[in-house]
C-alpha cells in the first residue's frame, strides 16, 4: 500500500519497489503536467473573453472604444444569469434538493432510505444548497465547465467525563464509547465503595466457599483496610493469620466475588472525530485534465493547481516539514492571480481574473518568506503501482519535489457540471461564449446609433471659409476673434443640415440580433409556441395542457445536463460518509435515520461485508415543465380535469352496475399516467384507489336494493306477477299437477270416483 507523506522526492527510500515505482510515476506526471497545460491554453483564453464580456470590459477590438464611445452592450451578463436562476431553480424546487437513491430490491429499501436521509441532511442542513449550487452552476454557464471537490472536513472531538460503576460496568461503557466511534482512554480510577451485604450474600452461594469460616465482620474488615488507589485486591492478605485459610482457587472464587460489587469512580477522555462535507469549487483556469475523455470516471490524468503563501499550506497541510518545504516547493514568479510556475510555466496560461485595484500581489520575491507564492498541486493518476497488472489510482499532492501525501484511493472526488455538452469532449461549450458574438454585433450597432443621436441632438454651424484666417486658427486663437473685415454674419455663417442616418435599419438589426441571441438560450419567438402535431384535431385538451413550448423543452435539456453533476455530486457524498463510516458524526448522522434508532450506518456495514451496493441510480427531482413554478397554476387544473373526468365516468358505471376491479383499473390508467407525467408518483393522493372503487360499487348495490319503487314499477310488478302465477296455472293443469285434479285422484283411490252432471 502506498503511503508516502511530507517528504522530498530525493529523499524516497527506493528500496522498496513500491517507492521506486512511485518517483518514475511522479517524473512523468511533471511531463504530462506540461503537456496537458499546453492543450488547455485555447479554452483558458475563451474562458477570460467570457470573464470580461460578462462584466462589459473591453476586451477585443471590437469592443474597443471609438471615437470616444465605449459602450459595451450587455448580452453575456443577462444570459448567463437568466440561465444560472433557470438552472438552479430546476434543480432545487422549493429551494431544497429532492433525490431518491434507488434501492436494489426490496431487501436494499432500508438501506437505501438511511443513505438518502443522511446525504439529504448534509447537502439541505449542514450546507447551503442556494448558495453552493448557485456559484456552481455559474462557472459552468461562464466557463464551459464547474468542477465541484466533495472535501471531508473532520473535526477532532475532545471530552472528558467522570463516570461511576463497576468493572463490568466500566468495561460495558468503554465499549459502548467504540461502537459510537470513540476512543475511551481511562486517565484515573478509584474505589469508592464495596457492598459488604452483596459479597456476603454472593459467598453464602458459592458452593467452594460455603465451609470457609468467616463473617461479615471479616469482610468488613477486611474492606475497610483495603486502599481507595487500589486496583487489585489481595485476598491472601486477608487470611494472613487465620485458622481457616482459603486454597488459592478459593481465593480467586472470592475475589471475584468482591470485584463484582466493588463500584470505582473512574475518569475518562473521550476522543473521536465529527465530520461535515464542504463543497469546494475548483476555478476552471486551475483545472487540468485530458481533453479528449468525456467521463470524470474514464479520466486516466486530471487534478488542479492551488496558489497560496506558504503560511496557508502550513495550515491546510499541518503535517509539511518547513525548512525541506521552503527548500523544494514551487514558487509563483508571477504572484496569485498570473499562477505562474518556474518549472512548468504555469502563466502561459492563467486566467488573470479581474485584480482589484490598488490592491498589489505577492510575489516570489516578497520581504516576507512566510508571504511568498507557491503552486500546490492536487492531482489523481491511474497508475499500476504495485506491478499487479491493475491500473490503481493514485492521488498525489505535492509541490514542486516536495511530496505533501501519495496514496492509493478508490474515486476522484470531483463532480463536473456542463450544461451544453459537446460530443466526444470532456468540455462543453459556456453559455457566455455562445452569445459573445451577439454581444459584440450589438456592441457595433448600439455605438453607432449614440454617434448618430449625438451628432443629430448637438447644432452644428458652418462659416465660409474665404472669409476665416487659417493661420491664426492654427496658432490657437478661436475662430470669433479672426473673423475677416468684410463678415457678415447674416451671410456668411449659416446652419449645418443635420446628418442623416437609417435609425430604423439599425433598429431592425439589432432587432434581429437580439432575436438570435434568445434563440441560442432557449427562447424562442411565440409563433413557435405549440408543435403542429399537438395541435392536430381529436387531441384532447389535457394533451394540449401538457404541451411544452420550445422554450421549455430547450431550458429542460439544459437542467438535465447540469443535473448530471449533481447526481454525481450527491454519489461522492455517499462514498465519502462511507470512506469515514468509524467516525463519531457518521455514525450519530446514520443514528438519527436507523430504522431502530442505532448507530449504523447499513450501507457501511454491507461495504465492511463486500456486499457492495453502488447507488450510481439517483432519483432527482427536477422543476421542468408542468413541475416548474410557472406552471404550477395549470398544473393543479390539469389534476382537477383528471379527477372530474374520472370521477363522471366511474359514477355513471356504477349507477348502471357494470362496473367492476378490472375495468376500472382500465379507466384509470390514462388518468395515472397524466399525473405521472405532472410528477405524481403516488396517484392515490389525487384518484379513488381500487378499495375505494370497490367500496362504492358495494354501496351502489346496496342502494338499488333499497331504492322504493314508484307506482309504475309497482304496476308493472303486480302484472308481471299475476301473469307468471296464471302460467303456473296453466302448466300444473296440463301436468295435472293443480288441486282439482289432486281431489279426483283421491275420490278415485278410495273407491267414490266423481260424478259430473
Known amino acids: 500500500m502506498l503511503d508516502i507523506k511530507n517528504i522530498p522526492v530525493d529523499k524516497i527510500n527506493q528500496n522498496r519497489k513500491i517507492n521506486a515505482t512511485f518517483v518514475r510515476m511522479k517524473n512523468q506526471m511533471d511531463v504530462k503536467m506540461a503537456s496537458y497545460l499546453r492543450y488547455l491554453g485555447t479554452k483558458n483564453a475563451v474562458n477570460r473573453a467570457s470573464d470580461y464580456h460578462y462584466l462589459c470590459l473591453a476586451v477585443t477590438d471590437s469592443t474597443a472604444p471609438v471615437n470616444g464611445i465605449d459602450y459595451i452592450h450587455p448580452s453575456v451578463k443577462p444570459v448567463v444569469d437568466y440561465a444560472t436562476a433557470v438552472i438552479a431553480k430546476g434543480l432545487m ?393 468684410k463678415f457678415d454674419p447674416a451671410k456668411d455663417v449659416y446652419q449645418l443640415p443635420p446628418p442623416s442616418g437609417n435609425l430604423q435599419f439599425l433598429e431592425v438589426a439589432m432587432n434581429r440580433i437580439q432575436q438570435d441571441t434568445m434563440a441560442m438560450i432557449g427562447m424562442t419567438t411565440p409563433q413557435d409556441t405549440f408543435n403542429p402535431e399537438v395541435m392536430a384535431p381529436g387531441n384532447s385538451g389535457i394533451k394540449l395542457q401538457l404541451a411544452l413550448t420550445p422554450n421549455q423543452i430547450i431550458q429542460d435539456n439544459t437542467v438535465r445536463n447540469s443535473a448530471e453533476g449533481l447526481k454525481e455530486a450527491l454519489w461522492l457524498i455517499w462514498r465519502t460518509l462511507i470512506q469515514y463510516g468509524d467516525d463519531y458524526g457518521v455514525k450519530k448522522l446514520a443514528q438519527n435515520f436507523h430504522p431502530d434508532k442505532k448507530p449504523e450506518f447499513l450501507d457501511f456495514l454491507a461495504w465492511d461485508d463486500m456486499n457492495f451496493c453502488d447507488r450510481k441510480q439517483v432519483h432527482l427531482e427536477l422543476a421542468l415543465g408542468m413541475n416548474s413554478e410557472e406552471n404550477a397554476l395549470a398544473r393543479l387544473q390539469i389534476i382537477q380535469k383528471c379527477q372530474q373526468e374520472l370521477y363522471t365516468t366511474t359514477q355513471a358505471m356504477v349507477t348502471q352496475g357494470t362496473l367492476t376491479k378490472e375495468i376500472y383499473e382500465k379507466i384509470k390508467k390514462p388518468f395515472a399516467d397524466t399525473l405521472y407525467v405532472l410528477g405524481v408518483k403516488d396517484c392515490d393522493i389525487y384518484l379513488p384507489s381500487n378499495d375505494e372503487v370497490l367500496q362504492m360499487i358495494e354501496q351502489g348495490k346496496a342502494a338499488m336494493k333499497a331504492k322504493e319503487p314508484t307506482p309504475v314499477e309497482k304496476k308493472d310488478l303486480s302484472t308481471a306477477q299475476l301473469n307468471q302465477i296464471k302460467g303456473q296455472q296453466i302448466m300444473a293443469e296440463m301436468s295435472g299437477q293443480d288441486a282439482e285434479s289432486q281431489l279426483d285422484y283421491m275420490s278415485l283411490a278410495q273407491g267414490k270416483p266423481k260424478v259430473y252432471s
Open 93 to 485: 424546487p422549493n429551494g431544497e434538493v429532492n433525490f431518491d437513491f434507488v434501492a436494489d430490491g426490496e431487501d436494499d429499501e432500508i438501506a437505501a432510505r438511511q443513505a438518502t436521509d443522511m446525504v439529504s441532511k448534509v447537502v439541505n442542513q449542514m450546507n447551503d444548497p442556494h448558495f453552493i449550487l448557485e456559484r456552481w452552476i455559474m462557472d459552468a454557464a461562464m466557463h464551459k465547465n464547474g468542477m465541484m471537490m466533495i472535501k471531508p472536513v473532520r473535526e477532532q472531538i475532545v471530552r472528558y467525563i467522570e463516570t461511576q460503576g463497576t468493572n463490568e460496568q466500566l468495561r460495558a461503557f468503554e465499549q459502548q464509547a467504540m461502537e459510537a466511534g470513540l476512543t475511551a482512554f481511562r486517565q484515573s480510577k478509584r474505589r469508592i465503595n464495596i457492598d459488604s451485604n452483596k459479597v456476603m450474600n454472593e459467598i453464602r452461594g458459592e458452593a467452594s466457599l460455603q465451609k470457609a469460616q468467616f463473617g461479615i465482620d471479616t469482610i468488613d474488615n477486611f474492606i475497610n483496610g483495603l486502599t481507595d488507589t487500589e486496583d487489585a485486591i489481595d485476598i491472601s492478605s486477608m487470611f494472613e493469620g487465620a485458622q481457616a485459610g482459603l486454597a488459592s482457587a478459593e481465593q480467586d472464587v472470592f475475589r471475584d466475588v468482591i470485584e463484582r460489587n466493588t463500584v470505582y469512580s473512574a475518569k475518562y477522555k473521550l476522543t473521536g472525530y465529527n465530520i461535515n462535507i464542504k463543497f469546494h469549487p475548483i476555478a476552471q483556469h486551475y483545472w487540468i485534465c485530458d481533453p479528449t475523455v468525456a467521463e470524470m470516471k474514464d479520466q486516466p490524468f486530471c487534478g488542479y493547481y492551488d496558489p497560496m503563501t506558504i503560511q496557508e499550506a502550513t495550515e491546510l497541510y499541518p503535517g509539511i516539514d518547513l525548512e525541506e518545504f521552503e527548500k523544494f516547493a514551487e514558487y509563483n514568479m508571477n504572484g496569485a492571480y498570473q499562477a505562474g510556475s518556474v518549472l512548468n510555466n504555469l502563466a502561459i496560461h492563467a486566467r488573470d481574473s479581474v485584480p482589484v485595484m490598488g490592491i498589489p500581489v505577492s510575489s516570489a520575491a516578497s520581504a516576507d518568506p512566510d508571504s511568498r507564492q507557491v503552486s500546490i498541486v492536487t492531482v489523481w493518476n491511474k497508475y499500476d503501482i504495485d506491478g499487479d497488472g491493475e491500473m490503481e489510482l493514485i492521488e498525489l499532492i505535492y509541490s514542486g519535489s516536495y511530496i505533501i501525501s501519495a496514496r492509493e484511493v478508490e474515486f476522484i472526488p470531483v463532480a463536473n457540471m456542463c450544461p451544453k455538452p459537446l460530443p466526444g469532449n470532456f468540455y462543453g461549450m459556456s453559455i457566455a461564449e455562445s452569445v459573445i458574438p451577439m454581444q459584440e454585433y450589438n456592441t457595433s450597432a448600439a455605438r453607432a446609433e449614440i454617434q448618430l443621436g449625438l451628432l443629430t441632438a448637438t447644432p452644428r454651424i458652418g462659416v465660409k471659409p474665404d472669409r476665416l484666417d487659417f493661420e491664426m486658427l492654427q496658432d490657437g486663437e478661436a475662430a470669433i476673434f479672426i473673423l475677416d473685415s
